[in-house]
């Protein structure tokens, strides 16, 4: 069964970076778009970058310059490298295909707080 398991959140300070990664088995990996979505509390899961089998990536606008979506498809791996982090950038992040398909791993959090 597909399963998607994410790690690298925490807690960090304003300006400070975190990398995500997102592990996936169960289902061809290399043939699917990947993207990192968030759900913030009281507010809707929203996609925050997302790539392409080709690697073409784009990003919700206010992550921007900020986030870089890339993947290893040899370790069917999708990370999310997040700088000059914001406290509006808490939320708890998932990984899934992209358009999502299917269930949703258990997320990790991300708490930027001074």
């Known amino acids: 069964q597909v399963q998607l398991v994410e790690s690298g959140g925490g807690l960090v300070q304003p300006g400070g970076s975190l990398r995500l990664s997102c592990a996936a088995s169960g289902y061809i990996f290399s043939i699917y778009g990947m993207g990192w979505y968030r759900q913030a509390p009281g507010k809707q899961r929203e996609l925050v970058a997302g790539?392409?089998?080709?690697?073409?990536?784009n990003y919700e606008d206010s992550v921007k310059g900020r986030f870089t979506i890339s993947r290893d498809n040899a370790k069917n791996t999708v990370y999310l490298q997040m700088n000059s982090l914001k406290p509006e950038d808490t939320a708890v992040y998932y990984c899934n295909r992209f358009p999502p398909l299917g269930g949703w791993g258990r997320g990790t959090q991300v708490t930027v707080s001074s």
């Open positions: 790539i392409t089998t080709g690697g073409s990536t």
